[in-house]
C-alpha cells in the first residue's frame, strides 16, 4: 500500500467527514485523527490494513495518548477467579504503563493515583492488586505444534507504597513475558472507551471485539457456552440459565460495545435440540454515521446513555439545531475533566503535576477571559506548549 494512495485514501474520509485539513494518518496504519473548524480534536480508529503488511508483533505496535495495546493471548483468556470491572481497567493500565520495556525482566513503577480512577480510595486499588496477584489465567498456547494449556500469574510481586500519593512497584512473571513477546496478535483498546463502559462483561466483549475486528477474512466466531461464560468474567455459580445470562450480561454489553466501540457487534445462540450450548459472536466496521455517532456519545455525560443507546429518548419539541456551549472553568480546587479524560492525560504525561498544569491553565483562561470548546484538548494542548516551551529553555541553558 503506498503513501500516495493511503493519503488518497484520507483525503476522501476527511472530505466526507466534513472536518477540517488537520488530518494525518497516526500509528502502525489505522488511527484517523482530524481537527474541526473549532480546534477540537476528533480521532477514531479507521483500520485500512493491506493483506501484503508485514504481521507485526504486539510488542512492536506502538500506542498513543488516546489509547493502549493488549497481547491477544491475553484478551481470550479465562481467570480462575473472576476479576472486577476495576481490576481489569488496573491491569490494563499497568500493562501500558510497562510497555516500552515489558518483557524485560525488571520492576515497574507506577504512582497508585494513576490507577485510583475517581475514587481516591488506595484500599481499592490494594484490593484489585491482591486479587490480580491472585488470579491464575488460563491460555491455549502450541508447544512443537501441538496444542497446550497453559496456566499463569497475572501479576507477580508488588510493593505498594502506605502513603495516599505513594508508588506501586510490580512486576510480570518470566511466563507471562514471554507470552507477550511472541505475540503476533492483539487488540487496540481506546482509553475512552474502557473507561466508559460500565460492567465488566462489557470490557471483556469489547477487547474480544478490538482483538477480532481488523481480521480480513473472518467476521464471526462460535464459542461454547461454557467458554463464552468464562472469556466475559462470569462466575460459575451465576446467571446458569441462557435467559439470565443473555438479559443481565450479554445484552447490555453488547449495547454498550455497539453503542461506544469501533465496532458493531453481535452474539446469537446456537441450539443443540431445545437448549443452548453455544454462541456465534459476530462484528464488522461500522459505518462512517454510526462512528460520528459514536464520537459524540463519548463525549457527553453518561447520565441517560443507555436510554440514548436503546434510542428510547424522547424529544418533547423539536428545536433549532445549537452549537455546544463553551465549557464553564471549574473553581478552584475542583477540575473539569473527566474521570476517562483525567486518566488519559496523566498516562500521556507521566511524572507531571496534572493538577498544577489545570491550575495554571484555568488561570490563564481567567486572565485572558476564554472558555474553551473543548475543555480537555485545550488543556492538553497547555501542557504540550508548557513542556516545548520548558524544553527550549533547556536547550539554550546548554
Given amino acids: 500500500m503506498t503513501s500516495a494512495f493511503i493519503g488518497n485514501k484520507l483525503e476522501w474520509v476527511r472530505q466526507q467527514i466534513g472536518m477540517g485539513t488537520a488530518t494525518n494518518w497516526n500509528g502502525y496504519g489505522n488511527k484517523l485523527e482530524w481537527v474541526d473548524g473549532n480546534g477540537n480534536n476528533g480521532r477514531y480508529v479507521a483500520v485500512a490494513m493491506h493483506d501484503s503488511v508485514k504481521k ?8 498513543d495518548e488516546f489509547s493502549l495495546i493488549k497481547p491477544g493471548e491475553l484478551v481470550d483468556v479465562v481467570e480462575l477467579s473472576p476479576l472486577t470491572l476495576n481490576d481489569r481497567r488496573i491491569f490494563n493500565l499497568l500493562i501500558l504503563n510497562s510497555w516500552e520495556s515489558i518483557t524485560a525482566p525488571k520492576e515497574h513503577c507506577i504512582h497508585k493515583r494513576e490507577l485510583r480512577g475517581s475514587h481516591n480510595v488506595n484500599a481499592r486499588v490494594g484490593d484489585s492488586i491482591t486479587r490480580l496477584m491472585g488470579t491464575i489465567a488460563v491460555l491455549e498456547i502450541e508447544r512443537a505444534g501441538k496444542p497446550y494449556t497453559r496456566r499463569v500469574q497475572l501479576l507477580s510481586t508488588t510493593d505498594e507504597g502506605h502513603e495516599t500519593d505513594g508508588l506501586l512497584f510490580y512486576s510480570f512473571s518470566a511466563a507471562l513475558r514471554t507470552i507477550i513477546k511472541n505475540s503476533t496478535q492483539y487488540a487496540k483498546l481506546q482509553k475512552d472507551v474502557m473507561f466508559a463502559l460500565s460492567s465488566k462483561y462489557a470490557l471483556a466483549l469489547y477487547e474480544l471485539v478490538q482483538k477480532r475486528g481488523n481480521l480480513k477474512h473472518k467476521t464471526s466466531e462460535e464459542f461454547s457456552l461454557e467458554k463464552f461464560r468464562a472469556l466475559l468474567g462470569v462466575e460459575k455459580d451465576k446467571l446458569r440459565a441462557f435467559k439470565s445470562l443473555k438479559q443481565r450480561a450479554i445484552d447490555p454489553a453488547v449495547l454498550e460495545v455497539n453503542g461506544l466501540g469501533e465496532f458493531g457487534c453481535k452474539v446469537e445462540p446456537i441450539y443443540k435440540g431445545r437448549k443452548v450450548t453455544a454462541v456465534r459472536l459476530s462484528w464488522w466496521a461500522k459505518t462512517l454515521e454510526e462512528k460520528k455517532v459514536t464520537l459524540r456519545e463519548l463525549r457527553v455525560s453518561k447520565i441517560g ?13 423539536p428545536s433549532a439545531p ?69 524544553r527550549g529553555t533547556h536547550n539554550e541553558a546548554n
Fill in 56 to 63: 507485526l508483533r504486539a510488542v512492536e505496535v506502538e500506542p
Fill in 322 to 390: 445549537q452549537l455546544a456551549a463553551p465549557v464553564t472553568l471549574p473553581e478552584k480546587g475542583w477540575s473539569g475533566l473527566t474521570e476517562a479524560q483525567s486518566g488519559s492525560i496523566r498516562n500521556t504525561f507521566p511524572g507531571i503535576d496534572i493538577q498544577e498544569m489545570e491550575r495554571q491553565f484555568v488561570e490563564w483562561n481567567r486572565a485572558k477571559r476564554v472558555e474553551p470548546d473543548n475543555y480537555c484538548a485545550a488543556l492538553y494542548g497547555f501542557i504540550r506548549g508548557k513542556l516545548k516551551q520548558a
Fill in 305 to 317: 446513555r443507555k436510554a440514548r443507546l436503546l434510542g428510547t429518548v424522547e424529544t418533547i419539541a
